[in-house]
């Protein structure tokens, strides 16, 4: 059984920092991983993946700003969110697979969301 936990949000100011981190367990299941988010009203949108072999992609509204990574030996996937705006208000999920479905919200396995607030 795959088990997904997030931490790491808040509330910040517009230009400000945060990392999310999501613990999992169940590792042959989570070969590949991605951050979601969901803001108000809107429906879930991939933010960024991870392959197996350490390719990931992300959406144009958070290249550059945006960082995931991966503790292999401890099986954490981190998001690192720079120079946050208010549009990226969002409850942020990860989501994790065995095969690769990239920025598609197909993952079979999610954590409970940690949600981030940026003021302007």
């Known amino acids: 059984q795959v088990q997904l936990v997030e931490s790491g949000g808040g509330s910040v100011q517009a230009g400000g920092s945060l990392r999310l981190s999501c613990a999992a367990s169940?590792?042959?299941?989570?070969?590949?991983m991605a951050w979601f988010r969901q803001r108000p009203g809107k429906e879930r949108e991939g933010v960024a993946s991870?392959?197996?072999?350490?390719?990931?992609s992300y959406a144009d509204s958070v290249k550059g700003r945006f960082t995931i990574s991966k503790d292999k030996a401890k099986n954490i996937l981190y998001l690192q969110m720079n120079n946050l705006k208010p549009e990226d208000t969002a409850m942020y999920y990860c989501?994790?697979?065995?095969?690769?479905?990239?920025?598609?919200?197909?993952?079979?396995?999610w954590g409970q969301g940690t949600q981030v607030t940026v003021s302007s």
């Open positions: 991870l392959d197996f072999d350490g390719s990931t």
């Open positions: 989501a994790a697979d065995r095969v690769s479905w990239l920025l598609l919200p197909r993952y079979p396995y």
């Open positions: 169940g590792y042959s299941l989570t070969s590949y």
